[in-house]
């Protein structure tokens, strides 16, 4: 007996989202991420680790607390602030950024 499976559309939404490539290098690593801007996610910032592959859904609370950017994307305990920081440069997202509409 074969089983048929219905898919339901839940939503489809296309948009000119805004991304910054940013990278950075400490004396103990390198770390590359896109920092997506986009009016999906609440407020909040699609950040990806191209190093690691790790993503996550981040604010700037989230991207200056050292335990959430350890456990997420695996950054030396060393390197937590600097790294912290200059994420935090990019989030929120302003509308007076360079990349924005």
């Known amino acids: 007996m074969e ?20 990278g950075w290098t400490t004396a103990l690593a390198r770390y590359d991420f896109a920092v997506v801007c986009t009016g999906q996610f609440f407020g909040k910032v699609l950040v990806v680790s191209l190093t690691g592959g790790q993503s996550a859904l981040l ?24 790294i912290g920081e200059a994420l935090a ?3 929120p997202c302003s509308s007076n950024d360079e990349y924005a509409e």
Do not use: P
């Open 59 to 82: 604010d700037q609370q989230d991207v200056l607390n050292g335990e959430v950017l350890v456990r997420t994307f695996a950054i030396e305990r060393e390197d937590v602030e600097v």
């Open 3 to 22: 089983s048929v499976t219905t898919l339901e559309e839940l939503y489809y939404v296309s948009e000119m989202d805004k991304v910054r490539f940013v």
């Open 89 to 91: 440069a990019f989030i």
